[in-house]
């Protein structure tokens, strides 16, 4: 059985600048908080409004000074496409504030190509989406906000998903694709191989949007928010593929395991033990 290594950790991976659209990053924040607050509209009527007021003093509890007042530029553009933001517009205007103040952008910059460092980057997404949740459980209590939350992000990737995506007439494709990028720098450092008839094994050995997110105490929520949409984003591969996960940087083991299977070869979905994983060792090293 022969194993890929791609990639390689450098240790100022999450230091180094990157350039972004910051227009369409926010569209995509607001969006998705845009889903979120209707989906609680629809599964939770009674908690609504005690939801958004827990969102926005959370927001405004994280807000530096000089942020609480500020209006950021293309607000009202970007809240006009978001419906149910619009309706919660002080909510929007904090939101948006807070997702400027992780990318260290100042509060009434001109959105568009803006360079931004790569820990920051990633937090623009696991932050917003972690407190998120964190306010959530303080609506629902946690068994039930947690269960909602999953929900929403398998509901989310759906109905996100694009019709038209490329996709792959088998899994042995997806993985020749995959270790091609051995020559493709990468701080992602990831093991890949085959391991039978529709069976592609892969295992992240780190993960930058896990360790830019240290700060955050509450390791189950982290969980949900950086891992738990891989499992219906396999799906975006094929509707087909269906994803096996039992180990997890976020939930303390040294690696995530993660096995596609396809289900038009084989609806086998045994996950190898941890003995596999500790011995999945590279051939191109």
């Known amino acids: 059985m022969k194993f890929v290594r791609t990639g390689k950790y450098r240790q100022d991976a999450l230091e180094r600048s990157v350039e972004i659209n910051s227009l369409e990053e926010a569209r995509a924040r607001l969006k998705r908080m845009n889903y979120l607050l209707g989906f609680v509209r629809e599964r939770n009527p009674e908690v609504l409004l005690e939801y958004v007021n827990n969102l926005l003093a959370k927001y405004q509890g994280l807000l530096e000074d000089e942020r609480m007042k500020a209006n950021p530029f293309d607000l009202d553009e970007l809240v006009s496409e978001s419906p149910n933001m619009t309706e919660h517009f002080e909510l929007a205007r904090v939101f948006l504030n807070y997702f400027l103040q992780i ?13 931004v460092v790569n820990r920051n980057y990633f937090q623009s997404f696991s932050y917003l989406s972690y407190y998120n949740l964190l306010a959530l459980t303080e609506t629902l209590g946690r068994t039930d906000a947690i269960a909602l939350y999953k929900k929403f992000v398998t509901h989310y990737i759906i109905d996100s998903r694009n019709p038209n995506r490329d996709t792959y007439d088998n899994l042995e494709t997806l993985y020749a694709k995959a270790i091609k990028l051995k020559e493709v720098p990468s701080e992602w450092v990831i093991v890949h191989g085959m ?33 738990y ?55 191109n090293e």
């Not at 260290?104 to 360079?115: I, Y």
């Not at 008839?197 to 955050?216: P, Q, S, V």
């Not at 984003?233 to 299977?261: F, W």
């Open 103 to 115: 990318l260290q952008l100042p509060a009434e910059t001109s959105l568009g190509k803006n360079k």
């Open 229 to 283: 949409g891989d499992f219906e984003n396999a799906k975006n591969h094929h509707d087909s593929i269906i994803l096996t996960m039992e180990h997890t940087l976020a939930q303390g083991d040294p690696y995530c395991s993660r096995v596609y299977h396809d289900t038009r070869v084989d609806w086998d979905l045994r996950h190898p033990p941890k003995s596999f994983w500790d011995s999945m060792k590279p051939d």
């Open 195 to 227: 391991i039978g008839d529709g069976k592609y094994a892969y295992r992240n050995d780190n993960c930058l949007l896990l360790d830019a997110t240290e700060d955050l105490p509450d390791s189950e929520l982290k969980y949900y928010v950086c891992c």
